[in-house]
């Protein structure tokens, strides 16, 4: 697929998503969902070797994004400590969602895409637990958890269409993106649920301040600085297993990982 075509079959299941996701009412009290292009172009990748017509693939990709984007929404409630309204109101909308992937695919009679990426909501809904409410035994096990809550629906997604590689790439670069995300939180002063796991779990990599001091923002953001850098690397290490990957995808790539862009664009397109 050239690059074109990729960028058209985005902005169609984007466009899909956002008539069916508009509400007016409930519009006018939360923020519109994000539509991450990336997911979508991860779910495309991984249509790459099936026969699988444009209309049928857009179909699929849409009906998925809307359970991603449902328990997006609903995180957004173990996040914010808004006014009541505002949050029941960020419940119904996630339900909405959610109520939208059903509906779709039960209308296509997909019943066995419906059970495998159900087995991803429970997934995602067990491990926000352990994650927001700090339950993790380590520092490993909670970036496990966190790392399910962005991609099991990929990975159930991906299983059901046969394609491990793009799975493997897919949870790499989204945990990528979620400890980048975290970090701009935590620098923006807003509550980052990544930085209180490292000041409970990643007290034995630093001294821990006296009680009465505040944990030194430079020292936070060192260990989150070596952790985003070992995930680059297991991007690029991923990158390299995907056969004939779009090059839309290279590109997306190369810009999380950032540095040597051109020479490494080169290099996935020469591999794949």
Known sequence: MTLQASRQQISSIKKIIKQKISHDYINKFI???IIDEDLILLFINSLNE??????????????AMFVNIALDTHEQVSNHHGILKQRQLTV??????????????????????????????????????????????????????????????LRQFCL???????????????????????????????????????KKFAVHALPRPRKEEPWDQKRLLDICEQYIKHAKTRVDEAMRHIPLPHLLLVNRVS?????????RTKLYVEEG
């Not at 339900?95 to 997909?110: C, P, Q, R, V, W």
């Not at 637990?129 to 520092?139: H, R």
Request: some cysteine.
């Open 50 to 63: 099936q026969e699988v017509s444009k209309k049928d693939a857009e179909t699929l990709i849409a009906t």
């Open 92 to 153: 119904l909308a996630g339900d909405y969602f959610s109520g939208l992937y059903y509906k779709i695919l039960a209308e296509t009679e997909n019943i066995p895409l419906i059970r495998t990426l159900a087995k991803g909501i429970k997934a995602v809904n067990e491990h926000k637990v352990a994650v927001y409410q700090l339950q993790s035994k380590d520092l490993d096990c909670f970036f496990h958890s966190l790392q399910e809550i962005e991609s099991a629906i």
């Open 255 to 263: 810009e999380l990982l950032d540095d040597r862009h051109v020479g």
């Open 160 to 198: 059901f269409f046969n394609a491990s590689t793009t799975y493997l790439l897919g949870k790499e670069m989204l945990f990528l993106k979620r400890l980048q995300t975290e970090k701009t939180l935590f620098m923006r002063g807003e509550t980052s649920i990544l930085f209180e796991a490292f």
């Open 31 to 33: 923020k519109a969902p």
